[in-house]
């Protein structure tokens, strides 16, 4: 006889008690319409007035309620756009028809990110901007996740079409550790990477319901990372939201691209979800993504020493030592003076008289390839999503999620990486109630064939002929030109087809053969392939203690235990004898009290996280909401956060460009590289003096900043004009960067005096200085500060018109401090638009325009300024009632003005398409 386990005995206990929940109850069916145009609403909401039951309608507006009341009863109905209304039944036999009438949504939004549980918008105790479906169905954009870059005080970075990183309040970049992306309650980010990749893994766009962001510290409900801000994406529920959904685009783009002809865009989304019965509900979803992706095509000359530089004057021809930005291959360089020359005069001393009267450094780079011959301008994305939700009781529900991606992009790191057959699942299960809930999730990640494209790059100079043998090639030939008579920029360029004589040509059988041995074999064995296959494990959970503790405040707890398995097989991490696990764990408790009649609410909240590699951190968070008027509130909030190094600034250990060893700051990195014993000297102007400066180096300590915020939100003028002000003051602690310091391969510090050429010049010998970038906490303060205001207006006949501006700054920046705030000063956007009108409110527009403020860009890639640009999105849209279909032409960057918005990355420009979408609710 087999036995009872324990999970056995609860899932059968379970199912009893659902079923005992659902027994003798009556069934109420009806139909909710638009008022105006007939059509039935989907995803209304249906409850019994002063009872538990509840249901949605379907996509065609028919709804069935069962309920343990019987007739009279009184049904409300309410959704976003329309009037609440109230129905009473009195017969069950006859059906429900009801009639919403349009409603203006401006402050009417529900949020949950800014407390945890459901609010106002406009009771918020923080800044907080949300993007409604409503929203996603009538943008320009041809993502959902684009809309993020319109929303106020918000800076995205684009490393390729499909990989783009939001971030607020500065410190922005390809890839932000500052921001927590949550999907439905999972941390979205790429645990080898500790950011999300965009939206590569994740909602498809027909099954977004809402994105909220919390600009700024965020770090007391959501824990670790939420130093500039939180995005919660929210799924719709299979309950609310039923039906077949399908939407197509296709468009061009890469016009007047100069290394780039026009090419297609496509993307193709489908989501199926059906309610089987009042306790069951499932939803699939799928989307495909197809491109030829923006070019990095910024060749101008850069300046590197180690990791640090800036663009320069030069180009191949009148440069030997040049180094495109989006060149690779060209970062190796040596000084063929004293490494190659100098050798020539001892041998020959015939040369000697004519190689001493040089200059006492020659820097010659190797040539490169550009970014457009090397990488693959085929961007994929393809998504699939899946879920089961079952009702144990009115208030509870079994749910189990999956959303897993793959695709090729291209990411800005310390190196240009191209993400080839990447792969992200994150699976779920969760029980949910009203008032708790208890979540366990991973996260399984496989980078593929993903590669280092600098790192490639080189090597493959280094295959089809290594530099022992290109250089001493192009020290003959320059010698014998210069005896020749020949000008210096001549004999450079003579050297150099003789050196590069055999160099493979981009597109023929012979590069592609070299290139791809090169780019399949792993880092670790000396190819440029890196291996991710880091895993995340979370069980989290939460309750709602107001229904014991509302007498004195509205309380909620919760915790959670993450585990990361670090698995880059040597490639990324120092894991060459295996997985690295790091274990972290976090507590937090809120309450929310109301005083003064409701015109003062109250919230504080705490949180306690561990990082088994840090000591512990506390963060409070006090706000207060002031009630001044209705829908008027005036917001004053401190709270702190906080992040523990990322998983790579504790343990990376990559060799880069140039040769700097880029590795963690666990102490074990420490002892492995003598960082102690062979003293290390940071590189900066004291060492190109001749007065090298010890870098003491030490344990690194989380990072922590204290926010400072007031603002303002509310409703004038009949409640047409929605206005938002907020002002913020940062202060940082233990701000975690980079430095680059040099360390004498022999200990001997002699290498680090002379002239500055000559320092260079041993700065990139290999045989006589070791280079390394190296986490740290900055000593100083570094302060942050800024504003933002929006105003909406809502005009008669459903057109809405709006504008934002703000601004972010630095200050206190301590000197030789590379803070990549990446922020502009100034951002401002305007917005026209209309969901409905003309007959039947069939037609839809929306105009966007925003501009940003030129950046002095800093990032471990490169530096330099990113200049001032601005766009225009526009849409224009018709609805078709049956079939309900909805035809869209739209565009982006509409006058097509090509613009980077990092250093670096590519340019981008006007993307123009036509989407057809189905059921699109």
């Known amino acids: 006889m087999s036995r009872l386990t324990p999970i056995s005995f609860l899932i059968i206990s379970l199912l009893f008690f659902s079923q005992a929940c659902f027994a003798q109850q009556t069934t109420i069916k009806g139909t909710v319409s638009n008022k105006i145009t007939g059509e039935g609403v989907p995803a209304v909401s249906i409850t019994v007035k002063d009872g538990e039951e509840g249901t949605y309608t379907d996509e065609k507006g028919n709804f069935s309620l069962d309920t343990k009341k019987s007739p009279p009863l009184t049904l409300i109905i309410s959704s976003i756009g329309y009037k609440q209304t109230e129905v009473e039944v009195n017969n069950i036999s006859t059906p429900v028809n009801i009639s919403l009438e349009t409603a203006s949504t401006l402050g009417q939004e529900v949020v949950v990110a800014a407390t945890r549980t459901p609010s106002r918008i406009m009771e918020s105790p923080v800044t907080i901007e949300r993007i409604s479906a409503t929203d996603i169905r009538n943008s320009a954009q041809p993502s959902y996740y684009d809309i993020i870059s319109k929303l106020n005080g918000v800076d995205v970075v684009n490393s390729s079409l499909t990989f783009s990183s939001p ?12 921001v927590n992306q949550i999907v439905d309650g999972m941390d979205n980010q790429a645990p080898g990477l500790n950011f ?72 193709a989304s489908l989501r199926w979800a059906k309610k089987v019965s009042n306790k069951f509900a499932f939803k699939v979803g799928t989307e495909f993504v197809q491109a030829k992706d923006w070019v990095a095509n910024d060749y101008r000359d850069y300046d590197r020493v180690a990791l640090v530089g800036g663009v320069k004057k030069g180009t191949r021809q009148t440069d030997p030592n040049y180094d495109g930005i989006n060149v690779y291959g060209d970062e190796t360089s040596i000084d063929i003076k004293s490494q190659v020359l100098d050798k020539i005069a001892e041998q020959a001393p015939f040369y000697a008289p004519y190689i001493n009267a040089m200059p006492s450094s020659i820097l010659v780079s190797r040539t490169g390839y550009a970014e457009k011959d090397i990488l693959n301008p085929n961007t994929i994305n393809f998504k699939l999503s899946g879920a089961l939700s079952y009702k144990l009781s009115p208030r509870t529900f079994l749910n189990a999620e999956g959303y897993w ?44 064939k993903s590669f280092d494209a600098t790192i490639t790059t080189r090597l493959f100079n280094e295959a089809w002929k290594s530099s022992n043998d290109w250089y001493p090639q192009y020290a003959f030939a320059y010698l014998n030109a210069k005896l020749a008579g020949k000008t210096d920029i001549t004999a450079h360029a003579d050297a150099r087809a003789v050196a590069d004589q055999g160099m493979p040509v981009p597109g023929t059988a012979a590069f592609k053969q070299i290139f791809d041995k090169v780019r399949s074999i792993p880092i670790s064995d000396g190819g440029g392939l890196f291996v991710d296959k880091t895993d995340l494990y979370n069980v989290e959970g939460q309750y709602n203690l107001s229904s014991i503790t ?27 004898t295996g997985k690295i696990p790091i274990s972290e764990y976090g507590a937090y408790l809120e309450a929310t009290k109301r005083v003064l009649d409701d015109k003062l609410k109250i919230i504080a909240s705490a949180r306690y996280d561990k990082n088994e590699n840090f ?17 008027n509130n005036i917001r004053v909030s401190y709270q702190q956060a906080y992040r523990f190094a990322s998983t790579q600034q504790q343990y990376i250990n990559l060799v880069v460009e140039g040769g700097t060893h880029l590795i963690g700051g666990v102490s074990s990195f420490t002892d492995f590289y003598h960082l ?101 906490n900055v000593q100083d303060k570094v302060n942050t500060y800024g504003f933002g205001m929006s105003l909406t207006y809502a005009l008669p006949r459903n057109f809405v018109v709006g504008g934002t501006v703000s601004s972010d700054n630095l200050d206190n920046v301590p000197e030789n401090f590379q803070a990549d705030f990446n922020a502009p000063k100034y951002r401002a956007g305007a917005t026209f ?46 609805k078709f009632f049956n079939p309900k279909v909805l035809l869209k032409i739209g565009a982006t960057n509409l006058l097509n003005q090509y613009y980077r918005n990092g250093f670096g990355n590519p340019a981008i420009g006007g993307l123009y398409y036509v989407s057809l979408g189905y059921n699109v609710f």
Do not use: C
Request: glycine share 10%; no cysteine.
């Open 196 to 267: 999300s990749v965009g939206n590569v893994v994740g909602l498809t766009e027909l099954d977004v319901e809402s994105v909220e962001l919390l600009p700024g510290a965020s770090s007391a409900l959501y824990g670790p990372g939420g130093m500039n801000g939180a995005i919660l994406i929210t799924s719709k529920d299979p309950f609310k939201y039923q039906g077949l959904s399908l939407q197509v685009k296709t468009g061009m783009m890469n016009i007047d691209n100069p290394d780039r002809k026009a090419s297609p865009y496509y993307n």
């Open 405 to 448: 991606g793959t695709g090729n992009s291209v990411y800005t790191g310390i190196d240009r990486y191209s993400f080839l057959d990447l792969k992200i699942g994150q699976y779920k299960i969760e029980l949910v109630n009203k008032n708790w809930f208890v979540r366990a999730y991973t996260t399984q990640e496989n980078a593929g």
């Open 550 to 576: 509302s007498k004195f405040a509205d309380v909620i707890i919760g915790a959670n235990y993450k585990r990361y398995e670090l698995n880059s097989e040597g490639t990324l991490f120092a894991d060459s």
């Open 833 to 878: 638009s209309n969901t409905g009108f003309g007959s039947e409110k069939r037609f839809g527009f929306d105009l966007s325009y925003r501009w940003q403020d030129k950046i002095d860009f800093q990032a471990d890639f490169a530096n330099g300024i990113v200049p001032a640009f601005q766009t225009l999105d526009a849409q224009i849209s018709y």
């Open 167 to 178: 971030s607020t309040r500065g410190f922005n970049g390809s890839g932000s550790v500052r």
């Open 615 to 631: 000591a512990g951190k506390f963060t409070p968070r006090v706000s207060l909401v002031i009630k001044v008027a209705e829908d």
């Open 676 to 776: 102690i014993s062979n003293p290390v000297y940071t590189v900066d102007n004291n060492l190109f003096a001749g007065n090298p400066q010890v870098n003491p180096v030490t344990h690194f300590k989380a990072e922590s900043v204290n926010s400072f915020e007031a603002g303002y939100k509310g409703l004038l003028i009949n409640k047409r004009l929605l206005i938002d002000l907020y002002g913020y003051y940062g202060i940082y602690n233990n701000f975690l960067s980079r430095v680059i310091v040099a360390q004498s391969v022999n200990n001997d510090k002699s290498v680090f005096t002379g002239s500055p050429e000559q320092i260079k010049a041993n700065l990139n010998n290999l045989a006589l200085v070791s280079t390394y970038s190296i986490p740290i």
